[in-house]
């Protein structure tokens, strides 16, 4: 049972290990920090942040997103610890355009949940209004015990306010080093899928094309691969701006109508790429009391890639939201008639004769009646996102498109970066026969986990545990090649570590077509020098960006974003070669490394809660259908299909063919 907190109530904890989930109407930045038994903070190393994600017992986002998730380990704390404080901030302006109070936005809901994900404690955080920053919510220990609080307590002066009433002396610097680890990007924030039209028109509604992290776009994450990490939108300047041009000076920048009081035109006067985006296709006109027949990209967007993305996101959250209003008319039907038959028991007049079974059967035929109601409301939207499904799929450019789609037959290596990655699909169980496609955006913003340690999927099929590990091994090289196949020649390299080679087999299409960076890392030997280089590279980008000097990196860098595929860990992998995992799955995106893990987790668990943090922090995938994937909007369990290729299907080795001609011809 869920204890709903108000300010100053307090909540028992019977679990140590706990999760803070977070979610507000707008991007915020999460801060822990630790005090002492007079809520005191001694130092800036009392306080989990942006910049500084893990403490003992502690670990924060790195993001400023409107969801979070914070790690709580209460047995990790010292015995000087006896608060933890959960702290919310409106990201500074100079971490990108929002909202300046939290009385300008939703309120925020702070939740205390246990490792199982259920709620044992929530909080709505009501009453701010000129406050950019509010304890949330904090974890005190009295008397052995640990108990938690609903605070509340809200500051006008932000952060820097905040942390200096709790008692910290660098509580300024420190406030300046979170807001400038936000502006920085070191805590990116994930964009939100593409906004709804009120009335489910896309095609009509005017809407701004989505923006990237450096732009400002942020939104929720725990999504599932349909909630990916990282959104990018057009370069400034683009066409994807949307905001007014600044007028520039000069002779013939002056505009009239700022002296008669008409509008002014912020127009560059010699540019000429401001022109709004060509209009969507648009559909026949439908007959008379039948919907509209859909049409491939009548999605809001710039170009046709970017309004098939927005469409398969909107086919996404259509089909969350009409799930959920039949799960919830089948729940009200059922409660109604379990009230409806408890009523009747407990009349003594209906124990006996016909007239109790008549009442239970009429219960349950209103019951019936309205299933049968939702279900039709249900069957119907399903027909409509058939019907669009049916036109978008064929329509889709390779990086969104299966494996078995014709347009990988006309492949050709890409002259620039598409907007997103198609890494399998998605379905829930009331509708079977649709498959929406999970994009991830480019650049990759976290690394990706190839779970080899399921034993069996959602369709009640066995697969032992070495069929799975190379199932699992083949679906992490078709993600590669989807990988290399998007990017354009030169600008992506893939390194493996496969320290035993039994991923030999799997990793063949790699190999023998010969789009590797180097043959398969084996042996101690090989692990050391290839995380030993890539952990160099990524000191190396973080100096030079550190120093404001990004082009002053060694003659012959690779520019190019790498990606490591790491199989059967941790088998073959010392102490050292851990801690730089973990260093690469934490730095390396930001820097252009990326990690795809290929493992069991249940076979790590000898280094305890040390890899905890690792797992988080990648995205995990399963060679089979499972169902571990929530939705942003209404939390359903998609069940996750992994992007296999076709059997005896020759497009993989057709496809990493022509990379490999293009990387050769680029290195020359």
Same mark, same amino acid.
Do not use: C
């Given at each position: 049972?869920?204890?709903?907190?108000?300010?100053?109530?307090? $909540?028992?904890?019977?679990?140590?290990?706990?999760?803070? #989930?977070?979610?507000?109407?707008?991007?915020?930045?999460?801060?822990?920090?630790?005090?002492?038994?007079?809520?005191?903070?001694?130092?800036?190393?009392?306080?989990? $942040?942006?910049?500084?994600?893990?403490?003992?017992?502690?670990?924060?986002?790195?993001?400023?997103?409107? *969801?979070?998730?914070?790690?709580?380990?209460?047995?990790?704390?010292?015995?000087?610890? $006896? #608060?933890?404080?959960?702290?919310?901030?409106?990201?500074?302006?100079?971490?990108?355009?929002?909202?300046?109070?939290?009385?300008?936005?939703?309120?925020?809901?702070?939740?205390?949940?246990?490792?199982?994900?259920?709620?044992?404690?929530?909080?709505?955080?009501?009453?701010?209004?000129?406050?950019?920053?509010?304890?949330?919510?904090?974890?005190?220990?009295?008397?052995?015990?640990?108990?938690?609080?609903?605070?509340?307590?809200?500051?006008?002066?932000?952060?820097?306010?905040?942390?200096?009433?709790?008692?910290?002396?660098?509580?300024?610097?420190?406030?300046?080093?979170?807001?400038?680890?936000?502006?920085?990007?070191?805590?990116?924030?994930?964009?939100?899928?593409?906004?709804?039209?009120?009335?489910?028109?896309?095609?009509?509604?005017?809407?701004?094309?989505?923006?990237?992290?450096?732009?400002?776009?942020?939104?929720?994450?725990?999504?599932?691969?349909?909630?990916?990490?990282?959104?990018?939108?057009?370069?400034?300047?683009?066409?994807?701006?949307?905001?007014?041009?600044?007028?520039?000076?000069?002779?013939?920048?002056?505009?009239?109508?700022?002296?008669?009081?008409?509008?002014?035109?912020?127009?560059?006067?010699?540019?000429?790429?401001?022109?709004?985006?060509?209009?969507?296709?648009?559909?026949?006109?439908?007959?008379?009391?039948?919907?509209?027949?859909?049409?491939?990209?009548?999605?809001?967007?710039?170009?046709?890639?970017?309004?098939?993305?927005?469409?398969?996101?909107?086919?996404?959250? *259509?089909?969350?939201?009409?799930?959920?209003?039949?799960?919830?008319?089948?729940?009200?039907?059922?409660?109604?008639?379990?009230?409806?038959?408890?009523?009747?028991?407990?009349?003594?007049?209906?124990?006996?004769?016909?007239?109790?079974?008549?009442?239970?059967?009429?219960?349950?035929? #209103?019951?019936?009646?309205?299933?049968?109601?939702?279900?039709?409301?249900?069957?119907?939207?399903?027909?409509?996102?058939?019907?669009?499904?049916?036109?978008?799929?064929?329509?889709?450019?390779?990086?969104?498109?299966?494996?078995?789609?014709?347009?990988?037959?006309?492949?050709?290596?890409?002259?620039?970066?598409?907007?997103?990655?198609?890494?399998?699909?998605?379905?829930?169980?009331?509708?079977?026969?649709?498959?929406?496609?999970?994009?991830?955006?480019?650049?990759?913003? #976290?690394?990706?986990?190839?779970?080899?340690?399921?034993?069996?999927?959602?369709?009640?099929?066995?697969?032992?545990?070495?069929?799975?590990?190379?199932?699992?091994?083949?679906?992490?090289?078709?993600?590669?090649?989807?990988?290399?196949?998007?990017?354009?020649?030169?600008?992506?390299?893939?390194?493996?570590?496969?320290?035993?080679?039994?991923?030999?087999?799997?990793?063949?299409?790699?190999?023998?077509?010969?789009?590797?960076?180097?043959?398969?890392?084996?042996?101690?030997?090989?692990?050391?020098?290839?995380?030993?280089?890539?952990?160099?590279?990524?000191?190396?980008?973080?100096?030079?960006?550190?120093?404001?000097?990004?082009?002053?990196?060694?003659?012959?860098?690779?520019?190019?974003?790498?990606?490591?595929?790491?199989?059967?860990?941790?088998?073959?992998?010392?102490?050292?070669?851990?801690?730089?995992?973990?260093?690469?799955?934490?730095?390396?995106?930001?820097?252009?490394? $990326?990690?795809?893990?290929?493992?069991?987790?249940?076979?790590?668990?000898?280094?305890?809660?040390?890899?905890?943090?690792?797992?988080?922090?990648?995205?995990?995938?399963?060679?089979?259908?499972?169902?571990?994937?929530?939705?942003?909007?209404?939390?359903?369990?998609?069940?996750?299909?992994?992007?296999?290729?076709?059997?005896?299907?020759?497009?993989?080795?057709?496809?990493?063919?022509?990379?490999?001609?293009?990387?050769?011809?680029?290195?020359?």
């Amino acid at each position: 049972m869920t204890a709903e907190l108000v300010r100053g109530q307090n $909540h028992p904890l019977s679990q140590s290990r706990l999760e803070i #989930r977070v979610s507000a109407g707008t991007p915020v930045v999460a801060v822990a920090a630790l005090g002492d038994e007079n809520g005191r903070i001694h130092g800036v190393e009392w306080v989990a $942040h942006p910049g500084a994600p893990t403490q003992p017992g502690l670990e924060v986002s790195r993001q400023a997103a409107a *969801d979070h998730r914070l790690a709580v380990d209460l047995d990790a704390m010292t015995d000087a610890v $006896h #608060r933890v404080s959960v702290l919310l901030a409106l990201p500074a302006p100079g971490g990108g355009p929002g909202p300046a109070r939290f009385g300008a936005v939703a309120a925020p809901f702070v939740a205390v949940t246990g490792l199982d994900g259920g709620e044992i404690a929530s909080y709505t955080i009501t009453g701010l209004e000129a406050e950019s920053a509010v304890v949330a919510l904090e974890l005190y220990r009295r008397q052995g015990a640990w108990k938690v609080r609903a605070v509340g307590q809200g500051y006008a002066g932000g952060l820097a306010e905040l942390l200096t009433d709790q008692g910290l002396p660098e509580a300024v610097p420190l406030a300046g080093t979170i807001d400038e680890a936000v502006a920085r990007g070191l805590a990116r924030s994930v964009q939100a899928p593409p906004p709804r039209p009120a009335d489910g028109d896309r095609s009509r509604q005017p809407a701004a094309p989505a923006l990237g992290p450096d732009q400002g776009g942020t939104a929720p994450q725990g999504a599932p691969g349909p909630v990916p990490p990282s959104y990018g939108g057009q370069p400034a300047g683009g066409p994807g701006q949307t905001g007014p041009q600044p007028a520039y000076g000069g002779a013939g920048a002056a505009d009239p109508s700022a002296t008669t009081g008409g509008p002014i035109n912020y127009s560059h006067p010699g540019r000429q790429n401001s022109a709004p985006p060509p209009p969507p296709p648009t559909a026949p006109p439908a007959q008379p009391g039948q919907p509209a027949q859909p049409v491939a990209g009548d999605a809001t967007g710039w170009s046709m890639e970017e309004r098939l993305y927005n469409q398969v996101w909107g086919m996404f959250e *259509d089909l969350a939201r009409t799930t959920a209003a039949y799960r919830s008319a089948v729940d009200f039907a059922e409660s109604r008639m379990d009230k409806e038959l408890e009523q009747t028991l407990s009349d003594p007049r209906s124990r006996i004769g016909g007239q109790g079974d008549a009442a239970r059967e009429a219960a349950r035929a #209103r019951y019936t009646h309205l299933v049968d109601q939702a279900r039709a409301v249900l069957d119907r939207d399903l027909v409509q996102l058939v019907a669009e499904a049916d036109v978008v799929e064929p329509a889709l450019p390779p990086a969104f498109a299966r494996w078995d789609n014709p347009a990988w037959h006309a492949y050709r290596v890409p002259m620039e970066i598409p907007m997103a990655l198609r890494l399998g699909d998605l379905r829930l169980p009331e509708a079977d026969r649709i498959r929406i496609p999970m994009l991830l955006r480019l650049p990759l913003e #976290r690394g990706l986990w190839i779970d080899s340690g399921r034993a069996d999927s959602v369709d009640g099929s066995f697969t032992d545990s070495h069929d799975m590990r190379r199932l699992a091994m083949e679906t992490a090289v078709a993600h590669a090649a989807r990988l290399l196949a998007v990017y354009p020649a030169g600008e992506f390299t893939v390194h493996v570590i496969d320290p035993a080679g039994s991923g030999a087999q799997p990793l063949a299409p790699l190999t023998q077509t010969g789009v590797l960076a180097a043959p398969p890392a084996q042996g101690a030997a090989g692990v050391t020098d290839v995380l030993g280089r890539l952990t160099q590279r990524v000191d190396l980008v973080q100096m030079a960006l550190r120093g404001g000097a990004p082009d002053a990196l060694p003659p012959g860098f690779d520019t190019s974003q790498q990606l490591l595929i790491v199989n059967d860990f941790p088998h073959g992998f010392d102490d050292r070669a851990v801690n730089q995992l973990r260093y690469l799955a934490d730095e390396g995106p930001a820097v252009g490394v $990326h990690l795809m893990m290929v493992a069991d987790r249940e076979e790590s668990a000898g280094y305890g809660p040390l890899l905890d943090p690792l797992w988080r922090s990648l995205l995990r995938l399963t060679p089979v259908p499972d169902d571990h994937l929530a939705d942003p909007w209404v939390g359903h369990a998609w069940t996750y299909e992994p992007p296999l290729v076709p059997p005896d299907s020759q497009v993989l080795h057709q496809v990493l063919t022509q990379v490999a001609a293009a990387r050769r011809s680029w290195n020359r």
